[in-house]
């Protein structure tokens, strides 16, 4: 008997293997930004060269999200989250071997970028939307937080495998961590029994023939004649860029063009970690409680808030300024998750994960064009500071943009749903399913 098939089929544990698997994948997310120096010290790469990698990845990151979430429908969450495990473990493992940037760009921009892409908050949504009805956006909030747990809290360990042994140790240890993964992920990730209790929309979409990259780009075509698609991808882009694009590529080497050592800001991004969980999950209960479009301007706004005020705070040592930036920023970094999920799931139903995929694409754009716009500011100016002072404008063109998106109703979901053919005048209609009991 296969090992699987002795793990109890339950959406805790479905959300456990899905957790790890999430975790795994996010520590790839921020090892960039350790390599920054490294890669520039030790094989002569300028800085640009180096965020040109990030930008590939974070773009692939992004371009995958939709058609993964479409191929889980198709294959399952199971293969497809062991299938990224083995694109991100490839990918570190080729990384040691690299001599050129192309190499770079290749290894950790695409493969990278479509396993952490495939097993990112697209995967999460996925998860939450099959297994759960109750509690949404507070399971949304946990496993967000298990990225954020990959993405931060690896980060010391990873920063002090380079400077006592090198880079390519760091690479060789994520390869190994994603090879130890995929056993449990495998055994753990399950999809849910058809239920007659179960919804159309939580259940996994049955029937369904046209391809997942079909299934993805006819999804896009339907939302993107929809307002609210527009305005979501927007205030994600601005997500991204003011996160991925900024902090988790730029804040180490801008802490260390201050004075202060890499391990002491890689500390600093792991401090941010712990209260991106803690931020990650309250956001989720608040998204099941108020108004997730409100919830989203208040976020970007005090983020913006906190990114103009950086550059008057980083200096060689750590201060109380400092450490209090890092728990505000901790607190509201990856907090637009449930609320910009929750309000997918309004507007589009149960093709909620693949527009979300989109949005994804979105954030990862706007993360990728910073984090190469970075790379380029510190050559040409010697400063990280011009880049801080544009993420915080942009933080505030986001809270406003939060604000314009309308309420979903039946109007935003006909726009998206394909028209479902007349029943024919004899057929009797069927009695409806009985509401879920979770």
């Known amino acids: 008997m296969r090992p699987y098939r002795k793990i109890p089929r339950s959406p805790w544990t479905v959300a456990a293997g899905a957790a790890l698997a999430i975790v ?26 180096v965020g040109l990698g990030s930008l590939v990845n974070m773009v692939v990151y992004g371009a995958s999200a939709p058609f993964a979430a479409a191929l889980m429908d198709r294959l399952g969450m199971r293969r497809v989250a062991v299938g ?4 991100v473990g490839a990918g570190a493992g080729l990384a040691t071997t690299m001599t050129a940037p192309w190499q770079f760009v290749l290894y950790w921009g695409v493969l990278v970028g479509l396993g952490t892409g495939a097993t990112a908050t697209t995967f999460a949504a996925t998860v939450t939307e099959r297994w759960f ?44 961590a994603a090879a130890g993964a995929l056993p449990v992920v495998w055994a753990a990730v399950r999809e849910p029994r058809k239920d007659p209790g179960r919804t159309e929309d939580t259940a996994r979409p049955a029937g369904r023939t046209e391809g997942a990259a079909r299934h993805a780009l006819r999804t896009l075509a339907r939302a993107a004649r929809t307002g609210p698609f527009w ?21 180490a080497p801008a802490a260390h063009d201050h004075g202060m050592p890499v391990t002491v800001a890689a500390s600093l991004l792991s401090l941010i970690g712990i209260f991106n969980v803690a931020g990650t999950v309250a956001s989720g ?6 108004d997730p479009r409100r919830l989203l301007a208040v976020y970007y706004a005090l983020r ?36 910009t999920i929750a309000l997918c799931r309004a507007h589009y139903g149960a093709d909620a994960p693949v527009v979300f995929g989109w949005v994804s694409a979105a954030h990862q754009v706007g993360a990728g064009a910073v984090a190469f716009a970075g790379g380029v500011a510190r050559d ?4 990280y500071d011009p880049v801080w002072v544009g993420a915080g404008a942009l933080c505030a063109g986001a809270a406003l943009l939060a604000l314009t998106v309308r309420r979903a109703g039946q109007a935003g979901r006909e726009a998206l749903t ?13 009695p409806a399913s009985p509401p879920p009991c979770r």
């Open 24 to 49: 795994t994948a996010g520590a790839f997310s921020t090892l960039a930004g350790l390599l920054v120096g490294p890669l520039h010290e030790d094989l002569g790469w300028s800085r640009a060269s």
């Open 84 to 87: 990224a495990l083995c694109l």
């Open 133 to 176: 009805v109750a509690r949404r956006g507070l399971v949304t909030g946990l496993l967000t937080a298990a990225s954020v747990v990959g993405q931060f809290v690896f980060l010391p360990v990873l920063s002090w495998v380079i400077d006592t042994y090198s880079w390519r140790a760091a690479a060789a240890a994520l390869a190994l």
């Open 231 to 251: 305005l979501l991808a927007g205030t994600f882009a601005v997500c991204g860029a003011s996160t991925n694009g900024v902090m988790w590529t730029h804040f």
């Open 285 to 290: 209960w608040l998204t099941d409680r108020a």
């Open 304 to 339: 913006g808030l906190t990114l103009l005020a950086l550059p008057l705070l980083l200096t060689s040592a750590v201060d109380a300024p400092l450490v209090a930036f890092t728990v505000v920023f901790g607190l509201l970094d990856v907090a637009t998750v449930p609320p």
């Open 380 to 383: 040409a100016f010697g400063s």
């Open 418 to 430: 394909p028209p479902v053919p007349a029943t024919p005048r004899r057929s009797r209609a069927l």
